[in-house]
């Protein structure tokens, strides 16, 4: 990307999102019980901070809003360690005992699940449920959606969330033996508590809500254990253009944020969770964010076979781009198709005859007038048929939404809004080719 233009993209998104700030309206939530338990909780383990209250924004749903300005390098929020749940405070436990006697060394996120689901069914007996009560019920991760759902997402995050979901109930299904040598610290029958369902909503709420924590192995466990879930600070949204400082603090022994550019009163405190696209953030978290600058549209090999389903070496072709490893990670954005992109759709342009140049091709060498104006017409073409696809999706998805029960609808609305991101990258692009070919 040119400085210029990366400017100029820059400038566009900050004034559409200053719009919409001025069009936000609040509600403060720090009133509901829910959030008022939470707070003593809290602070009973040692947390001071009041520069933040829950509140509902129209935008985002449910934040955190600054009570006051926050000065850029100011604390944010310093959460105790004793207010945080990880690994330890599991096998410190009633379920320590289980898990340290187990035959096989458990998974920290099965461990962290598993403790969740016995902190929600022992309900207000419960010493962590005013922070299991503010957990949300249900979650808009593809482990959660249903198979129509799925389809309905771009070519290449399905399968993924396909394999996310399985995932999910791999853990459940492989760890019935573990589950069931806990009855004897369970109130009802194991099978009733550590439903597929229950698992489902704890390994949500670990992937979409913990904080990284790196932490020294465990004798008890396997692999890395580097989840913290951190009630209170998980209220952070996301935005891909905030600065932060986070982690923890071995002097403090606290979780700390600090904000970079500072907070204006009343407004919304956002963390940034990395420089993830729409797909990964939908994936991982399940939300999508708006004018994401991070946001692209991958190409999959398979519609670059259906655009050139003539050419009869393509085969060869393809086989050729996936041993030099160049058949992924083939995207367009904003401002046109990649340059990795670009360097395929120029060795398709190649006929088989000049095999020997395929090579030279991937390493940059430049084509004639003639086969470089074929590669930008066939991203034109590609750029046409991923947007065909994404419209007729959103016509699905509206039909669906007019006809379907919450919790699908939230489901739908999430792909919805990646769909209606991907259409505009989409659009934006054919602009950029058209021009590249001299169309109006």
């Known amino acids: 990307m ?7 993209a820059g400038r566009t998104r900050r004034k559409r999102r200053q719009k919409q700030q001025d069009t936000v309206q ?9 959030y008022v338990s939470l707070m003593k909780f809290l ?12 509140a509902d924004f129209t935008d985002t749903g449910r934040g955190l809003q600054a009570q006051k300005t926050i000065k850029p390098g100011e604390l944010i929020i310093s959460l105790p360690e ?11 436990s009633y379920l320590g005992q289980y898990i340290k006697s187990w035959k096989s060394r458990l998974s920290s996120v099965l461990v962290l699940c598993v403790f969740l689901v016995c902190e929600r069914d022992r309900g207000k007996e419960s010493e962590w449920f005013p922070y299991i009560n503010a957990l949300p019920t249900t979650y808009t991760c593809p482990a959660c959606y249903a198979d129509g759902v799925i389809a309905l997402l771009p070519t290449g995050v399905q399968s993924r969330a396909s394999e996310q979901r399985e995932a999910v109930r791999e853990i459940h299904s492989s760890n019935q ?19 597929y369902e229950a698992l489902r909503w704890a390994w949500c709420s670990v992937n979409t809500r913990s904080v990284f924590l790196s932490r020294p192995p465990s004798h008890f466990l396997s692999g890395q254990d580097v989840y913290a879930l951190a009630p209170f600070l998980d209220l952070l949204n996301h935005r891909p253009d905030i600065q932060v400082s986070a982690g923890f603090s071995h002097v403090t022994r606290c979780y700390e944020i600090r904000s970079t550019v500072g907070i204006g009163r009343y407004q919304q405190a956002f963390i940034n969770y990395g420089s993830h696209d ?9 939300f999508v964010a708006p004018g994401n600058p991070n946001s692209v549209v991958y190409v999959d090999t398979d519609v670059l076979g259906e655009v050139l389903k003539g050419d009869r070496s393509l085969g060869q072709k393809m086989k050729f781009l996936k041993e030099h490893n160049f058949s992924h990670n083939l995207t367009i954005s904003t401002e046109g198709p990649s340059w990795r992109l670009m360097t395929v ?14 090579k030279t091709v991937l390493l940059g060498q430049t084509l004639c007038a003639e086969r470089e104006q074929w590669s930008v017409r066939t991203a034109f073409s590609v750029c046409q048929r991923l947007l065909e696809e994404t419209n007729t999706a959103l016509d699905e998805i ?9 919790p699908i609808g939230e489901q739908l609305d999430v792909v919805k809004s990646l769909r209606q991101e991907e259409r505009s990258i989409l659009s934006s692009c054919v602009k950029v080719l058209q021009g590249m070919l001299g169309q109006p």
Do not use: K
């Open 2 to 8: 040119s400085l210029g233009r990366g400017h100029r």
């Open 26 to 34: 609040t509600a403060s939530l720090s009133h509901q019980l829910r």
């Open 43 to 54: 602070h009973r383990r040692g947390f001071t901070s009041t520069l933040l209250q829950p």
């Open 82 to 92: 004793s207010c945080l749940i990880t690994t330890s405070t599991v096998l410190d």
């Open 177 to 195: 033996e573990f589950f069931r040598s806990l009855w004897p610290i369970l109130s009802r029958p194991v099978e009733e508590v550590l439903t």
């Open 278 to 286: 729409n797909q990964r953030l939908l994936l991982e978290y399940g």
């Open 345 to 358: 759709l120029r060795l398709l342009a190649l006929p088989q005859s000049l095999y020997p140049q395929w």
């Open 398 to 406: 509206a039909a669906l939404m007019q006809r379907c029960d919450w």
